[in-house]
T-cell receptor
Framework: AQSVTQPDIHITVSEGASLELRCNYS??????LFWYVQSPGQGLQLLLKYFSGDTLVQGIKGFEAEFKRSQSSFNLRKPSVHWSDAAEYFCAVGAKYNNNDMRFGAGTRLTVKP | GAVVSQHPSWVICKSGTSVKIECRSLDFQATTMFWYRQFPKQSLMLMATSNEGSKATYEQGVEKDKFLINHASLTLSTLTVTSAHPEDSSFYIC?????????????FGAGSRLTVL
């Protein structure tokens, strides 16, 4: 069965600093990988996804993520964090054409210091 | 873009009462919606898949008599927590897939926080 691990429960970075949120997955086949962001009182918003092809994917709000099969990782990065990026970030792994087989990580809460 | 609305966003109820949470797809029809439960500092756990016009499919360990799901129309799924108890307090989130959207890409509601006293 697939699973997702986000090792960091809480990360604090200064505004303008770079960011990397870690995500490791376990999946028997080629995974579909996602990063979602959740602001307080809001639903989950899709930042980016990887299905196939180029292992470096670009998303919204200046985020990118790199799929590394050898490390079973899909880390999220942003070169310069803005205060508005403070939120909860979820990594998820899913199966092709099967939305009810999606697994989420526990989430990483990002705090941005001024 | 696709929008999923949940109502209420938060609710407080007494133990033993039932609470209904609505999930609506505002600008598209969703034959399938998903219900998740999220405990503090934990991940979203899929509870059930709601299918329009048929019975919901529940994940292992989820009591279907406790968490009643109805998907009577293509734009509305409801989750009713029956005889709620404090351990049912949680954040409940729904999602749906836009029929014209990319496969596997879900749109999520803002969630409903249930507190049972």
């Amino acid at each position: 069965a697939q699973s997702v691990t986000q090792p960091d429960i809480h990360i604090t970075v200064s505004e303008g600093a770079s960011l990397e949120l870690r995500c490791n997955y376990s999946y028997g086949a080629t995974p579909y990988l996602f990063w979602y962001v959740q602001s307080p009182g809001q639903g989950l918003q899709l930042l980016l996804k990887y299905f196939s092809g180029d292992t470096l994917v670009q998303g919204i709000k200046g985020f990118e993520a790199e799929f590394k099969r050898s490390q079973s990782s899909f880390n999220l990065r942003k070169p310069s964090v803005h205060w508005s990026d403070a939120a909860e970030y979820f990594c998820a792994v899913g199966a092709k054409y099967n939305n009810n087989d999606m697994r989420f990580g526990a989430g990483t809460r990002l705090t941005v210091k001024p | 873009g696709a929008v999923v609305s949940q109502h209420p966003s938060w609710v407080i109820c007494k133990s033993g009462t039932s609470v209904k949470i609505e999930c609506r797809s505002l600008d598209f029809q969703a034959t399938t919606m998903f219900w998740y439960r999220q405990f503090p500092k934990q991940s979203l756990m899929l509870m059930a898949t709601s299918n329009e016009g048929s019975k919901a499919t529940y994940e292992q360990g989820v009591e279907k008599d406790k968490f009643l799901i109805n998907h009577a129309s293509l734009t509305l799924s409801t989750l009713t927590v029956t005889s709620a108890h404090p351990e049912d307090s949680s954040f409940y989130i729904c999602s749906a897939s836009h029929p014209n959207g990319e496969a596997n890409v879900l749109t999520f509601g803002a969630g409903s926080r249930l507190t049972v006293l």
